[in-house]
């Protein structure tokens, strides 16, 4: 009976990871992880993780940015983005100064050292997940990077969002 038990636990857990992988958030999130640990030591001769990357690429596009900007353009909330660029400014990649007109505003700029690491670390990342797409081919890895382009920032089939409505008033109307 135990060796049977076990067999039936095997076929049930295999059953259970198939169905798992037929999940898009199962597969993007596994992916995801995946990719992490082929670029992750691709990124550490150079002492940054890719949340470090993504916020120097930014830096790196021409204009200045405030914290705040730069925090809206990835996505993050205040209090990530602060301890993300006091880590960056701890290691000498950036620099913040006072915004010329708005005192209160932090404008942060990648430093010489940081455009530095910022070229060799891109280097290293693409090499990197090269490697990690070669399973697909050129043509497969360019059609999944275009089609998580469309899920990331295309139009989205369906129903619209819904709107966040106004909460009511404190006499119950509706705003």
Not at 17 to 44: I, M, N, S
Not at 59 to 77: F, H, I, N
């Amino acid at each position: 009976m135990i060796g049977m038990s076990t067999e039936m636990g095997a076929g049930v857990g295999e059953r259970a990871a198939a169905a798992r992988a037929g999940h898009l958030g199962y597969l993007l999130k596994h992916a995801w992880l995946r990719a992490q640990e082929v670029t992750g030591p691709a990124l550490a001769p150079y002492g940054i993780g890719g949340r470090e990357l993504a916020v120097l690429l930014v830096l790196a596009e021409g204009e200045s940015l405030s914290q705040q900007q730069a925090a809206g353009r990835l996505e993050v909330d205040r209090t990530t983005m602060v301890a993300l660029l006091d880590e960056l400014q701890a290691k000498g990649l950036v620099a913040r100064r006072p915004h010329p007109k708005d005192r209160r505003r932090n404008i942060v700029e990648l430093t010489g050292k940081g455009r530095e690491t910022l070229d060799a670390a891109t280097r290293a990342y693409r090499d990197a997940e090269r490697r990690f797409l070669a399973p697909l081919g050129a043509a497969g890895a360019e059609r999944l990077k275009e089609a998580l382009q469309v899920l990331v920032v295309g139009p989205v089939s369906g129903p619209p969002r819904a709107e966040k409505a106004a909460p009511p008033r404190s006499d119950g109307r509706p705003r």
